[in-house]
């Protein structure tokens, strides 16, 4: 931690160094500088021996805040909150802002300064009255509007967030098309928690007019679809992912297959299942497939085809799989068996199921928004021998 504030601190301490080079020289007697001299070499001295609290306070005794230093200042507030000083931090950009005579741009950088203080220290509504003043004013709209936005994700106000993300699409021209998506479903699934279908469908609708390949509100829609009996219409659906994005096939499989059996199209799911697998060989889908051919041919066949794929295919499941099937006598048995089932489920226990494409965080679960990086729609399946 120390090591980080050094590097943190020593670009400040050269900025004060030119700073005074350039102005003490011209605005003061030769003893003054001198001072200034041995003051500034005394808080680089703090800064090398691991005190930065000492070598702050004597670059604040060194420069006022004024139209020279204010960058320095915002420099040294910022420090702060990165060290976790939030409420220094928040003074310092507050005395900032009081001073007389600072120039707009600055006053501006000031308060996006105080606003971020604010979200670190978890005053979310003074941050959000800050950035929602600075957008009234059209002063920094893009990063007030990101700020804001990272706000409303926060607090879960879906309907303030899509505001946001449109306002930022509009002034900005960044695309926002799959994030207001999103927000769209997180109200749908709102909607549905309260019994209202309806409200959920327009959401929904919405939902794919921001992005039309929205995958999450396919996956809404067809579980509504479910719910009111349209079972067919759910199919559809589900064979829409399927087709737009392979790597959310695992996702869906189950779903998939029960709603086939509810409408008795067990067929058709067969057949959609062999098509997916010409080009998707991830192995939920290699399981189904099995379990499709131990229902029709018995155990033998489904235990022959485990086999022939695994060969080409390693995977724990797959292994763990057959050895199920040798267990039940479907194969040859011979006695690593308990020891190979016995690894295979240590093995797979300890393994994380999905991973953010992003920022790589890993976990057992599926998320719609990353929990570290909080990017949308970044969390898949892990590919390899222990994953799908």
């Not at 306070?57 to 204010?70: C, R, S």
């Not at 941050?127 to 700020?147: G, K, V, W």
């Not at 936005?149 to 993300?165: M, N």
Request: aromatic share 6%; charged share 30%; hydrophobic share 35%.
């Amino acid at each position: 931690m120390t090591e980080i504030v050094l590097l943190l601190s020593l670009p400040v301490a050269v900025y004060f160094g030119w700073w005074l080079a350039r102005t003490i020289g011209r605005r003061t007697s030769s003893k003054q500088r001198q001072l200034f001299s041995n003051q500034y070499f005394q808080g680089l001295n703090y800064l090398l021996n691991e005190q930065p609290d000492k070598a702050i306070q004597v670059f604040l005794e060194l420069a006022e805040v004024n139209e020279d230093t204010v960058e320095t200042h915002m420099a040294l507030g910022s420090l702060f909150r990165r060290r976790g000083e939030v409420d220094r931090a928040i003074r310092f950009h507050q005395n900032i802002i009081a001073k007389p005579g600072l120039g707009a741009e600055q006053r501006i950088q000031a308060l996006l300064e105080l606003g971020e203080d604010y979200m670190k220290a978890g005053l979310l509504d003074r941050a959000e009255r800050l950035f929602t003043e600075l957008i009234e004013n059209d002063a920094q709209t893009p990063s007030a509007l990101h700020s804001l936005l990272e706000i409303y994700q926060q607090e879960r106000d879906w309907d303030q967030a899509l505001e946001v993300a449109q306002r930022l699409e509009q002034s900005s021209g960044e695309h926002m098309g799959d994030t207001m998506a999103q927000f769209c479903c997180e109200m749908a699934n709102s909607a549905l928690n309260e019994g209202d279908r309806e409200r959920a469908r327009r959401h929904l609708r919405q939902a794919r007019r921001h992005d039309p390949r929205c995958i999450r509100a396919r996956f809404i829609l067809a579980r509504v679809c479910r719910q009111e009996g349209e079972v067919d219409k759910a199919l559809d659906l589900f064979e829409e992912i399927g087709g737009l994005d392979k790597e959310y096939i695992p996702e869906l499989l189950e779903e998939y297959i029960e709603t086939a059996e509810e409408a008795g199209q067990q067929d058709r799911s067969r057949a959609r299942l062999e098509e997916w697998s010409e080009d998707y060989r991830g192995i939920s889908l290699i399981l189904k497939l099995a379990d499709h051919l131990g229902e029709e041919q018995g155990g033998d066949a489904a235990g022959r085809f485990l086999v022939d794929t695994l060969t080409a295919k390693p995977s724990v499941r797959g292994l763990d799989r057959l050895i199920e099937l040798k267990a039940d006598g479907h194969l040859r048995a011979d006695d690593s068996d308990d020891i190979l089932k016995a690894v295979t489920a240590r093995l797979l226990a300890r393994q994380p199921a999905y991973r953010c494409v992003h920022c790589g965080f890993s976990g057992q679960s599926h998320h719609w928004q990353c929990p570290s990086c909080r990017h949308w729609s970044t969390t898949k399946k892990i590919q390899g021998v222990l994953g799908e």
